[in-house]
Every structure is written in structure tokens, then in C-alpha cells.
């Protein structure tokens, strides 16, 4: 199988809610593409998947490829108080992790809203993190 054919077999096999979920973790393999704009965008859908374990890793393995792809669906995730609180709080990691100012609206938007108390302390936690990093940056 050649290799973005592969890409794409995978990002197939973790959006396809027939196949038990042990196959579609097999997916997450994409870890070792996940800069592939097909890989990007599965983990995007993923993380609104019914599976919230399936979810949460998309948003785990969304935050670590580090595109800037991934910053418009984590911020989305984070504005979604209809998601479950893990999903959410690891949206809300990534972010942090991230360090961007842009960032710093939505994070204290869901500060100050989400009905989570871990999602609000995990917000916090992050917000602290980009103005560290800012502070950092700026000596």
C-alpha cells in the first residue's frame, strides 16, 4: 500500500463508526503522519465522535501535531459545552500547550462559562501557561 494511500485507508478506518472501536484505534497510528492534511482533518472530525475515549484522543493527537490547522477545531471544541468535560479539557491543554495569545479569549470565555469545574481549572492552568510563555518570549 503506498503511502498516502495509506493515509487514507487510516483515516477511513477511524471515522468508520461500523467498525468496532479496538479497529479504529488501530487508526491513531496516524500519529506518525498526523501532519498529512487528511490526517489533520479525520482528527478533527474525531473528536465530535459518539465514542468519547475515540474523541479525547483525537483532540490528545490534534494538539501534538502542532498545526496551526488544529487551533480553529480545539478553540471549536472548547466553545462546545455539549461535549464531554475529557474532550473539552484536553481541547483546552492543547491550547495551552500551543501558547498563543489567540488562544486567551475562548479560554477565558470558557473560564468564566463552561459548567465543568475541570474544564475551568484546566483553563486557568493553560492561561497561565501562555502568559508564562509570553513572559518568556518578551525578556
Known amino acids: 500500500m ?4 495509506f493515509v487514507e485507508f487510516l483515516c477511513d478506518l477511524l471515522l468508520d463508526e461500523n467498525q468496532p472501536i479496538t479497529e479504529r484505534f488501530r487508526a491513531f ?6 501532519s498529512h492534511p ?7 472530525k474525531a473528536m465530535r465522535d459518539d465514542s468519547t475515549l475515540l474523541a479525547y484522543e483525537a483532540a490528545y493527537r490534534l494538539g501534538r501535531t502542532r498545526k496551526s490547522d488544529a487551533i480553529h477545531a480545539l478553540k471549536a471544541v472548547v466553545e462546545d459545552f455539549s461535549l464531554h468535560p475529557i ?9 495551552g500547550a500551543f501558547g498563543l495569545e489567540t488562544s486567551i479569549l475562548v479560554l477565558q ?7 465543568s469545574p475541570e474544564v475551568r481549572d484546566t483553563c486557568e ?14 525578556q
Open 87 to 95: 474532550v473539552s479539557v484536553k481541547a483546552v491543554e492543547s491550547l
Open 125 to 138: 492552568v493553560a492561561l497561565t501557561q501562555i502568559r508564562e510563555l509570553k513572559k518568556c518570549h518578551s
Open 109 to 115: 470565555t470558557s473560564f468564566q462559562s463552561d459548567p
Open 2 to 5: 503506498g503511502g498516502w494511500v
Open 29 to 34: 497510528s496516524l500519529r506518525l503522519i498526523g
Open 38 to 44: 487528511s490526517a489533520i482533518n479525520s482528527f478533527i
